[in-house]
Nanobody, 129 residues
Framework: EVQLVESGGALVQAGGSLRLSCVVSGVDFDEYDIGWFRQAPGKEREGVSCISEDIRENDIIYYKDSVKGRFTISRDNAKNTVYLQMNSLKPEDTAVYYC???????????????????WGQGTQVTVSS
């Protein structure tokens, strides 16, 4: 059974930091690109960041424009885990954050949820002003 389990969401004040984790099991982790998406109440899901299975070969690291310079994605293949370090958080970052795994993601499709095969259950991030 494939499982993606997110953690690290919390209530934080604007300007604060959080680190989200996504632990993946049930698949060959190092063969999958991992994306972070978020969905705020009343809004569509949007792609936040993505990291390829091997940045030495595929070199996909994507960030949504509004998080560039504030968020950093990384992966530890030995731990089957992807991290999203979020700094300088803003109220508009408030959303449920999901991680997703796909093995056919390309630089032009990183934000398309259809390209990802497996999804986690989400973790709530709330940033107060």
């Amino acid at each position: 059974e494939v499982q993606l389990v997110e953690s690290g969401g919390a209530l934080v004040q604007a300007g604060g930091s959080l680190r989200l984790s996504c632990v993946v099991s049930g698949v060959d982790f190092d063969e999958y690109d991992i994306g972070w998406f978020r969905q705020a109440p009343g809004k569509e899901r949007e792609g936040v960041s993505c990291i390829s299975e091997d940045i030495r070969e595929n070199d996909i690291i994507y960030y949504k424009d509004s998080v560039k310079g504030r968020f950093t994605i990384s992966r530890d293949n030995a731990k089957n885990t992807v991290y999203l370090q979020m700094n300088s958080l803003k109220p508009e970052d408030t959303a449920v954050y999901y991680c997703a795994a796909g093995d056919r993601v390309t630089p032009s499709t990183v934000t398309s949820g259809d390209e990802y095969d497996y999804w986690g259950q989400g973790t709530q991030v709330t940033v107060s002003s």
